[in-house]
């Protein structure tokens, strides 16, 4: 996996906690 895509992968599941 690509620094980026990890990046990518932590961005999504930050933006889904925010949504609880």
């Known amino acids: 996996m ?3 895509g990890f990046y990518l ?3 999504h ?3 889904g906690l ?3």
């Open 2 to 4: 690509t620094p980026d």
């Open 9 to 11: 992968l932590r961005f």
């Open 13 to 15: 599941l930050h933006q």
């Open 18 to 20: 925010e949504k609880l």
